[in-house]
């Protein structure tokens, strides 16, 4: 898709949500998994909130559509620029204004059967899976493992732990989700 229609989409989208509407959307990548993965579908809504990190957000980049997790705000920044990433990316995305954000993903579509993120058994998944992301983040950015270390761990002991974290959380998905 080039940059006018993407712009087009991004609008008739921002519009439908801004109205009381939902958006459904098809993931195309594994970025999210174990949660959402490439082939899914997921139901969008208006942010009717402030952000809360873990919440996971559709919003644009140059390349297009993206939905990952929220983690905060980039300190001193005018305009605010959020700070996401997927599940599985071992990585930051690049910061992001606030106004790029199209909204809330609330559900998720898989085999037809559709999870809700917002309560009951999926709401506790996502909220494990924020969890286990958060102390992924700890370690890929060597907060926590400054205290077990004078310095930053080595990067294949970041990964190994990355790698565990990723699975528990299959694991868990598999359990709660079937």
Do not use: C
């Not at 790029?100 to 996502?126: C, D, F, K, S, T």
């Amino acid at each position: 898709m080039n940059q006018p229609e993407s712009n087009q989409v991004r609008a008739l989208l921002q519009e439908t949500l801004q109205e009381g509407g939902q958006a459904m959307l098809t993931v195309t990548s594994n970025s999210m998994s174990p949660l959402i993965r490439r082939g899914d579908q997921v139901m969008l809504i208006a942010l009717a909130r402030p952000l809360q990190p873990g919440d996971i957000i559709t919003f644009q980049t140059d390349a297009g559509l993206l939905t990952h997790r929220f983690w905060g705000y980039v300190p001193e920044t005018n305009p605010p620029l959020l700070l996401t990433r997927g599940d599985k990316p071992v990585v930051f995305d690049p910061p992001t204004p606030a106004a790029r954000v199209l909204g809330l993903v609330i559900q998720r579509q898989r085999h037809g059967r559709w999870q809700h993120l917002v309560h009951g058994r999926g709401y506790w998944l996502n909220r494990h899976l924020v969890w286990l992301a958060s102390w992924d983040n700890r370690v890929l950015m060597g907060r926590k493992a400054a205290r077990v270390w004078a310095g930053s761990p080595p990067a294949w002991w970041r990964q190994g732990i990355h790698w565990v974290l990723h699975w528990w959380g299959r694991l868990v998905t598999a359990v709660l989700v079937g």
